[in-house]
């Protein structure tokens, strides 16, 4: 008997969850941004410290790193805190997000600084890290834009933005931006990076049970090229706004 596909509460398989971008969240940082995308939920905050890592010093360029974590119930059952070393999956992830925001950001303009990015995911639905980029990616702009106010920097370091999407093949049906239960399953399941210009930053795609085609991995491709325009253009529309904090 087959197993019925997950359903998507009248989602199409072309469609983004519904996406919501909290600016200000975390009032004592430089930059925050609560991201919402179905039910995933994680916070993101930018911290500027005036130093860089000692193997940069001198370089005249700044440095853009990130530090991931979930919390304990974010899951359906508890997971332990990662105190210490972090686990294999935890420093991926967290890697991944910095070269995703360092892709973004004139790190001369910045100067001799760095910004670290913390990404706390609340509850996990799937499609954590690609809500972490995105979300990273607007509290990152408010710091910079911080350091601009406070007269540290001359120009804004933020080049452009950058965003993130998951795709994949459910049963044979391309669909974007998985939550849980279809990444899970999913025959073939991608992470896609993409700058606001439309250059690549990283593709991340695994063939879960069986291998995929030139020509599906291009339909993905152009799928997830759909999601990230309209991602891009509401982060636009929340730096549009105001802050809370």
Same mark, same amino acid.
């Given at each position: 008997m087959n197993t019925p596909l997950p359903t998507r509460s009248g989602r199409t398989a072309s469609e983004l969850r519904a996406i919501s971008f909290q600016r200000g969240e975390a009032p004592y940082a430089e930059? #925050? %941004?609560? !991201?919402? &995308?179905?039910?995933? &939920? !994680? =916070? %993101? *905050?930018?911290?500027?410290?005036?130093?860089? /890592? /000692?193997?940069r010093r001198g +370089?005249?360029?700044?440095? !853009? *790193?990130?530090?991931? &974590?979930?919390l304990p119930r974010a899951t359906h059952t508890r997971t332990g805190r990662e105190r210490g070393k972090v686990g294999g999956r935890t420093q991926e992830i967290q890697r991944l997000i910095g070269r995703a925001l360092r892709a973004s950001v004139d790190l001369a303009a910045l100067g001799e600084r760095t910004v670290l990015v913390d990404c706390d995911v609340i509850v996990a639905?799937?499609?954590?890290? *690609? +809500?972490?980029i995105t979300g990273a990616a607007l509290?990152?702009?408010? +710091? %910079? #834009?911080?350091?601009? +106010?406070?007269?540290? @920097?001359?120009?804004?370091? !933020?080049?452009?933005? @950058?965003a993130a999407t998951s795709v994949g093949i459910i049963g044979g049906e391309p669909r974007l931006d998985?939550?849980?239960?279809?990444?899970?399953?999913?025959? @073939?399941?991608?992470?896609?990076?993409?700058?606001? #210009?439309?250059? =690549?930053v990283e593709v991340q795609g695994t063939a879960e049970h069986h291998s995929f085609s030139r020509s599906e991995l291009d339909v993905l491709l152009d799928l997830g090229s759909t999601g990230l325009r309209a991602l891009f253009a509401m982060q636009r529309a929340a730096l549009a706004t105001a802050r809370v904090g």
């Open positions: 930059g #925050s %941004c609560l !991201v919402r &995308a179905g039910r995933t &939920a !994680v =916070l %993101c *905050t930018a911290s500027v410290q005036e130093e860089v /890592p /000692p193997w +370089a005249g360029e700044g440095w !853009v *790193t990130a530090e991931y &974590a979930m639905d799937g499609g954590t890290r *690609t +809500a972490a509290a990152l702009h408010d +710091a %910079c #834009s911080w350091l601009v +106010a406070q007269g540290r @920097v001359t120009s804004h370091p !933020v080049r452009e933005l @950058v998985l939550q849980y239960d279809e990444d899970v399953i999913a025959d @073939v399941d991608m992470n896609l990076v993409a700058l606001e #210009s439309g250059g =690549l």
